[in-house]
């Protein structure tokens, strides 16, 4: 596998340091909200190659028609997001969503959405709970996975 990009970073050192309550409250959401995807955001601070989430949000899934497979923030709820972060000195540093019944992977979707050098976490989840959660970057318009720290 190659992991370095167009730029020669080494992607491989990417990563997202994701605190257990943080993780424990995100693995309840999915659960909770499954079969439909439930989103929000993860609220931190960059640190070059590393971010680290203090808080992660769950935001409203506007997409109805589709919600057992799709996800959209609305306008409003991403702006009070990124409003409130700063309040408490912190950015928006990535999005969280849940797969239902698929795996912890993005999808052609979350490519065309997503900006880069932001982490965007994903839980796959089934009627038996969380199976998998995993951390993606998006460079140069591709996804590379990066290292999820839970200390």
């Given at each position: 596998?190659?992991?370095?990009?167009?730029?020669?970073?080494?992607?491989?050192?990417?990563?997202?340091?994701?605190?257990l309550s943080v993780r424990t409250r995100l693995c309840r959401e999915a659960e909770l909200g499954h079969p439909h995807e439930v989103c929000g955001v993860l609220v931190g601070i960059s640190r070059g190659r590393?971010?680290?989430?203090?808080?992660?949000w769950k935001l409203r899934n506007v997409c109805t028609e589709r919600a057992h497979d799709r996800f959209e923030f609305a306008p409003e709820d991403l702006k009070r997001a990124f409003d409130q972060a700063t309040e408490f000195g912190f950015d928006i540093i990535g999005i969280w969503h849940t797969h239902p019944d698929h795996p912890a992977k993005?999808?052609?979707?979350?490519?065309?959405?997503?900006?880069?050098?932001?982490?965007?976490?994903?839980?796959?989840?089934?009627?038996?709970?969380?199976q998998d959660l995993r951390s993606w970057r998006l460079?140069?318009?591709?996804?590379?996975?990066e290292k999820v720290i839970s200390p």
């Open positions: 596998m190659n992991t370095k990009s167009a730029a020669g970073n080494d992607l491989q050192s990417y990563e997202v340091h994701l605190p590393a971010g680290e989430v203090r808080l992660a993005p999808s052609e979707t979350d490519r065309a959405a997503a900006w880069e050098n932001w982490s965007y976490v994903i839980l796959s989840v089934s009627a038996e709970g969380v460079f140069h318009g591709q996804f590379q996975e």
